[in-house]
């Protein structure tokens, strides 16, 4: 297998360190707080399969470290250091370290992919400072990006990205300073027409890939009307009455809004229950840890079960879900199977290779669960980590997907410090159990269903939903 024959390569070239076996290989804790240290176990160094990090175990912290061929430095995240130092897990085993990033109780390995490191000897001679990485020239600063970008980004191919190509086009536009160099990254990231690649400005301007199908249709529908002057207010207008179809036409104002109100339910007739997804995240407010988020949504989750546990069927709305984390697709997933469901593998891109991180199973809710059948209701405005929950409710014998393609977005971002920006990237891919993945076409229906229309674009939602419930009841 080329993953397998990928690592053996890695362990040849980097040779083995002192080997290190946890033999139990059960989740331990990188950081020991009641000891303010880290974890014996680990302590040394490690670098990535995939992702271009290195991370340095000391006694007391581990540093996280970005490399490319040709440069190594200090990275300032400090989310991913504050989860490092804090609540992540590992597991240890022929020398690989998997690194689980949130602490979810006992469900912390089926609610995440972990990331593994090999063990080396020290890092890499010349590794920068942070501050000497931010200094170099901007000549140097595009080479390390485009560098980035070769090395860690996983749809070239699917893109049509040359790297050297670009690299040639664009070398000489950087050489005026910070801010050619920021809009040049910007046209490279925008090429790419992924909307997880992005460059970040300090003051928070992020250049990227805007454009979606359904914005498209809306823009025409505004373009043939006269009566609001202003675009944005046009998309605030296509966007709020879509929200309130839901809540006072669909559900005739008999819904829930709960969870913050990211999830709004009800009864679309006697016989059909319906979950609209707003958002895989911000279930509590930001103060609440990951785990207290999962927590609190199983509750809610439970009600729901409860109350639709004599419905024929349910419609699971993600039409307008922009994504969150993958944790909370999976612990939704899980109320509607009995038994384990093996829904994809994560492969992590490194250097014209993919790497299998691990497999994404949908394990049984704890609780009560439904398990009729299901439709969940997607579009192009499905992004991220709807279209991972679209994959998973795909793998489901009982659901169905309609509706139209997901955006095609659905790799995690890897971020990178570059000069003064912050970078992400698409370096993952999710395949399936027929080797499929959807980055670029994303996630495609069972059921084909148009949901966005010019002609009716402020109520095509709500109609849609009307023809799924004709065709669950098979009129």
């Known amino acids: 297998m080329r993953c397998s024959l990928y690592l053996l390569t890695i362990l040849f070239l980097l040779g083995c360190a002192k080997k290190k076996v946890d033999p139990t290989n059960k989740p331990q804790r990188t950081f020991l707080s009641e000891a303010n240290k880290t974890n014996p ?53 022929e020398d690989t370290l998997g690194i689980y990033l949130t602490d979810f109780g006992d469900k912390t390995q089926i609610l995440q992919t972990k990331k593994d490191f090999i063990s080396v000897d020290k890092l890499p001679k010349n590794t920068l400072e942070f501050s000497e990485m931010t200094a170099l020239n901007p000549e140097d600063s595009f080479k390390l990006y485009l560098e980035t970008m070769q090395e860690n980004y996983a749809f070239s191919d699917e893109r049509n990205l040359n790297w050297t190509e670009l690299h040639t086009k664009y070398k000489d536009s950087v050489s005026m300073g910070n801010e050619a160099l920021f809009n040049t990254m910007g046209k490279v990231a925008t090429l790419t027409k992924d909307q997880h690649t992005k460059v970040i400005s300090k003051t928070g301007k992020s250049l990227q890939y805007r454009i979606t199908p359904s914005a498209e249709i809306v823009k025409e529908a505004f373009k043939e009307q006269s009566e609001i002057k202003d675009l944005n207010a046009y998309f605030d207008l296509f966007f709020n009455t879509s929200y309130s179809n839901i809540s006072d036409g669909l559900l005739q104002g008999n819904g829930q809004k709960i969870a913050n109100d990211k999830i709004e339910w009800g009864q679309l007739t006697e016989n059909i229950g319906y979950i609209h997804i707003h958002s895989f995240a911000g279930f509590l407010d930001k103060e609440f840890s990951r785990k207290q ?17 004599t419905k024929e069927a349910i419609i699971i709305d993600v039409s307008f879900n922009f994504g969150g984390y993958d944790a909370t697709a999976l612990t939704i997933a899980s109320y509607f199977t009995d038994i384990p469901v093996s829904s994809h593998t994560s492969q992590v891109y490194t250097n014209g290779e993919f790497y299998d991180e691990d497999d994404v199973i949908i394990y049984p809710a704890d609780s009560i669960r439904f398990t009729k059948p299901v439709y969940v209701l997607m579009t192009d405005i499905s992004r991220s980590a709807a279209e991972g929950f679209a994959m998973m409710m795909g793998a489901l014998p009982n659901a169905k997907l309609v509706g139209t393609n997901t955006l095609g977005t659905l790799s995690g971002m890897l971020g990178k410090s570059i000069s003064d920006f912050y970078t992400t990237y698409s370096n993952q891919r999710l395949v399936n159990t ?27 939602h709500k109609n849609a939903v009307a023809d799924l419930i004709e065709i669950i009841e098979g009129k």
């Open 41 to 93: 176990l680990i302590q040394g160094i490690w670098k990535s399969i995939g992702n271009g990090y290195y991370l340095e175990v000391r006694k007391d912290s581990i540093l996280l470290y970005s490399y490319t061929k040709n440069f190594n430095y200090k990275e300032k995240n400090d989310y991913l250091e504050g989860l490092l130092n804090s609540q992540s897990q590992f597991t240890l085993r």
């Open 293 to 309: 988020q999962i927590d609190s949504l199983n509750a809610q989750m439970r009600r729901i079960m409860e109350t639709f546990q």
């Open 434 to 460: 027929d080797g499929e993945f959807y980055e670029v076409s994303g996630v495609t229906p069972d059921i084909e269903l148009k949901v966005f229309r010019k002609e009716n674009i402020l109520h095509g």
